[in-house]
T-cell receptor, first 115, second 116 residues
Framework: AQSVAQPEDQVNVAEGNPLTVKCTYS??????LFWYVQYPNRGLQFLLK??????LVKGSYGFEAEFNKSQTSFHLKKPSALVSDSALYFCAVRPPHNNDYKLSFGAGTTVTVRA | GAVVSQHPSRVICKSGTSVKIECRSL??????MFWYRQFPKQSLMLMAT?????????EQGVEKDKFLINHASLTLSTLTVTSAHPEDSSFYIC????????????FGPGTRLTVL
C-alpha cells in the first residue's frame, strides 16, 4: 500500500526567504507524485507533478520540486516566498500502474509567510 | 483548462433534510470523479470514487445509503446527503480526472455544509 508523509505540520518563513515543504513517500515502483495548495475555504489547486523524466519539476507560482528516488522524497521549494504563499499544502502519490486516478494524500503542511 | 465547479458553495439545512451537491467538469470530460470530506485543518478523506454510468465505489466506513452518488454523465456527478444530521456538517470537495494525457485530479472549490 502506498503512503505519503509530510513530517512538518507547520512551516514559518519570512517573506523573501526560501521555502521548503517536505514530503516523503512509500510506494512500490516509480510513483506519480503531486503537490496541491489549498487556500481557506477553497478546493485544492494543482501546483506540479512528477511522472517521469527530469527529477526537477517546475510548477505554478514559482514553485518547484525535486524527485529523489534514493531518499523517496519529493520536497516542494520556492526560492523566495511571498506572503500570498501562506496556505495549506498537500503532497499526494499515485502508484504507477494505478489506472483509477486515486491519490493518497499527506496530512498537509500549513505554510505561514510573514511580512 | 480543466476547471471543476461545485454547487452550491455553501448550504445550511435543518436536521433530517436531504442535500444535493453538484460537481461539474466545465471544459473536459471526466471518466472518474471523486468525493472527499475535509475537517478543519485536516487532510482530505476520500469518501467514494464514481465512474460515469456505473455504481460508485465507497471507501470503508462510508455509508452508501446516506451518501448517494450519481455520475450521470462525463461532466456531472452529484452527492446527496440523505437525512442530514449535525455530524454531517463538513466541507465536501469533489475532483475529476481522466481527461486525456493528464494524470492529476482537478478539484472543485468545495461545498460547506452546515446541518442545524
Amino acid at each position: 500500500a502506498q503512503s505519503v508523509a509530510q513530517p512538518e505540520d507547520q512551516v514559518n518563513v519570512a517573506e523573501g526567504n526560501p521555502l521548503t515543504v517536505k514530503c516523503t513517500y512509500s510506494v512500490s515502483g516509480n510513483p506519480y507524485l503531486f503537490w496541491y495548495v489549498q487556500y481557506p475555504n477553497r478546493g485544492l489547486q494543482f501546483l506540479l507533478k512528477y511522472i517521469t523524466g527530469d527529477n526537477l519539476v517546475k510548477g505554478s507560482y514559482g514553485f518547484e520540486a525535486e524527485f529523489n528516488k534514493s531518499q523517496t522524497s519529493f520536497h516542494l521549494k520556492k526560492p523566495s516566498a511571498l506572503v500570498s504563499d501562506s496556505a495549506l499544502y498537500f503532497c499526494a502519490v499515485r502508484p504507477p500502474h494505478n489506472n483509477d486516478y486515486k491519490l493518497s494524500f499527506g496530512a498537509g503542511t500549513t505554510v505561514t509567510v510573514r511580512a | 483548462g480543466a476547471v471543476v465547479s461545485q454547487h452550491p458553495s455553501r448550504v445550511i439545512c435543518k436536521s433530517g433534510t436531504s442535500v444535493k451537491i453538484e460537481c461539474r467538469s466545465l471544459d473536459f470530460q471526466a471518466t472518474t470523479m471523486f468525493w472527499y470530506r475535509q475537517f478543519p485543518k485536516q487532510s482530505l478523506m476520500l469518501m467514494a470514487t464514481s465512474n460515469e454510468g456505473s455504481k460508485a465505489t465507497y471507501e470503508q466506513g462510508v455509508e452508501k445509503d446516506k451518501f448517494l452518488i450519481n455520475h450521470a454523465s462525463l461532466t456531472l456527478s452529484t452527492l446527496t446527503v440523505t437525512s442530514a444530521h449535525p455530524e454531517d456538517s463538513s466541507f465536501y470537495i469533489c475532483s475529476a480526472a481522466g481527461t486525456s494525457g493528464r494524470a492529476e485530479q482537478f478539484f472543485g472549490p468545495g461545498t460547506r455544509l452546515t446541518v442545524l
